[in-house]
């Protein structure tokens, strides 16, 4: 029986995948709290706002971490300017997924950020040369029909806020490619400078706009980053401990959380076409994840397939 990362630590292949299952499961929930927390903050404060807040409380959460690995590690990164490029994506990303809920329900905005793997696949042959044969293009089609079924592109629907939750879900997936390209860099490293330029971003945004905070809102603010950091806290712990054909596909329980919490604390009724889409979608993303392992599997793709968490967690 081949070895899992869990066995090192002498915990049984069984119960360390079942754990992994379950860490990724909370992991999940997590983000969907997460999610959650968000929309009702920025119904009330600016996004600039909350960003800068959960930036902060996220930054106090890994400064242990940071010493623990020690600070060298952070100010001396490989190759500078994809760093920066990557922090700029995923500042864009965050803003984008934060001004997206304030108008559209959760299950929407979810079912946007979801499609992300579909577009990594479709970007990856012409930027990291990655080969795709026609079944992950079939794929990817039938992931971009999703879209276009969950957008529902019309003169009423094609929204301002569809267009940038879009944008935001393409900044993502290049955001994706370009820790693609970073496998050396450690994870601390990565969150740290992502979290910092969206604390800065934010910091010069509440310059222009800022609302009082009570001190019941500013715990909350500060729970946001503390549950993104747990959710992170998870989900890696979870694939250290079971293979992440088993745990990966999981992720797409963020939409059904989504739909739940939508409906339950803001009224939301799911499109029809949403829901649709969506799962055009999931199908789409779980075909080409699970089409990258079989590859991987037979040496003929290099790259592991990429695991993908969807939502405003991703960047702490």
Do not use: C
């Not at 940038?164 to 601390?188: E, H, K, Y």
Request: charged residues 10%; glycine residues 8%.
């Amino acid at each position: 029986m081949p070895s899992t990362p869990a066995s090192s630590v002498n915990i049984p292949e069984s119960s360390a995948a079942r754990n992994g299952v379950l860490l990724m499961l909370l992991g999940m929930l997590m983000f969907s709290l997460n999610d959650v927390m968000g929309k009702w903050l920025v119904s009330t404060y600016s996004v600039g706002q909350v960003v800068f807040i959960r930036s902060v409380a996220a930054l106090i959460i890994l400064a242990p971490f940071i010493w623990f690995n020690g600070p060298k590690q952070i100010v001396q990164v490989d190759r500078p300017w994809v760093q920066a490029a990557r922090v700029i994506l995923s500042t864009a990303e965050v803003f984008a997924f934060y001004f997206a809920v304030v108008y559209l329900p959760l299950a929407d905005v979810m079912t946007y950020w979801l499609a992300a793997p579909i577009y990594v696949a479709a970007i990856s042959p012409f930027i990291l040369k990655e080969p795709v044969g026609w079944r992950r293009w079939s794929a990817i089609i039938v992931g971009f029909i999703g879209v276009v079924i969950a957008l529902e592109p019309s003169s009423q629907a094609l929204t301002p806020q569809a267009i940038i939750s879009i944008f935001g879900s393409v900044a993502f997936a290049f955001m994706l490619l370009l820790g693609r390209t970073l496998r050396g860099t450690p994870d601390t490293t990565l969150v740290f400078w992502q979290i910092i330029g969206a604390g800065l971003a934010g910091l010069v945004w509440i310059g222009f706009e800022w609302t009082p905070v009570t001190m019941r809102d500013l715990l909350l603010l500060g729970l946001l980053g503390i549950v993104a950091m747990l959710a992170h806290v998870l989900v890696n712990r979870a694939l250290k401990l079971a293979d992440a054909a088993t745990v990966a596909p999981l992720q797409y329980t963020l939409l059904f959380w989504a739909i739940l919490f939508g409906w339950m604390v803001f009224g939301d009724v799911p499109r029809m076409s949403m829901l649709i889409g969506s799962g055009f979608i999931i199908a789409s993303g779980l075909f080409i994840f699970f089409r990258e392992q079989q590859l991987k599997r037979q040496g003929r793709i290099s790259q592991p397939a990429e695991t993908v968490v969807a939502g405003s967690g991703d960047s702490a």
